[in-house]
């Protein structure tokens, strides 16, 4: 590298691949702000914009968690970060992944995964019936498909509004089975269900 980091710069560098690291994506400006304990983002923005001149980072244009670390190791984890979308949860009964659903552009790592990128995208969950496994806020890595193996966790839109839950088919009908017991399970038929994808994992959204 080109030159040498301030304490700061250091210190930025370090959280965000900490971030990455632990959580599969970068952090936001706003939250390295609150991190380091400085009031404007526009510092932060400042030591980002040095970072990326002196080839230690590289930014898109998409999103607010568009930072990726620039890795010349092939064993360092940060060199496979790719953009998948984060979708918004709907209740207007189109796909969860439809460009209107799209809030932002993540990087991610790929080890979170193990199936083409443009197969991925993220949904931030609201609710605790699948709490303690998926808590609120939450985000989940979705496979998108649209069947699923009895006891997969599966994102599906069941009329127009969006589930996480537990797929148990029947002979006749479908249990969407909660984690949480203090939720009751759905019974819901076939045609009453549209699978949207399947979890892959769960990573905490801050």
Sequence with gaps: MPKEL?????????????????????????????EIGVKSPRSVSHHLEQLEKM???????EGVRNIMVTADDEDNPMKDLIKVPLCGWTAGGEPIFAEQNILDWVPISTRFFKTG????????????????????????????????????????????????????????HIVLQPENPNHEPIVAFPDEIRIQGVVQGVLKYY
């Design 55 to 61: 080839g230690y980072i590289r930014r898109t244009s």
């Design 117 to 172: 990128s443009d197969e991925i995208f993220l949904l931030k969950v609201k609710g605790d019936s699948m709490s303690p496994k998926i808590e609120d806020g939450n985000v989940v890595i979705v496979k998108k498909q649209y069947t699923a193996d009895p006891g997969e966790t599966i994102v599906g839109l069941l009329g127009d509004e969006t589930t996480v839950k537990k797929y148990l088919p029947r002979e006749d």
């Design 6 to 34: 301030s304490s700061k710069q250091k210190q930025i560098l370090k959280l965000i691949e900490q971030s990455i690291t632990d959580s599969g994506y970068a952090p936001t400006v706003r939250e390295i702000a609150a």
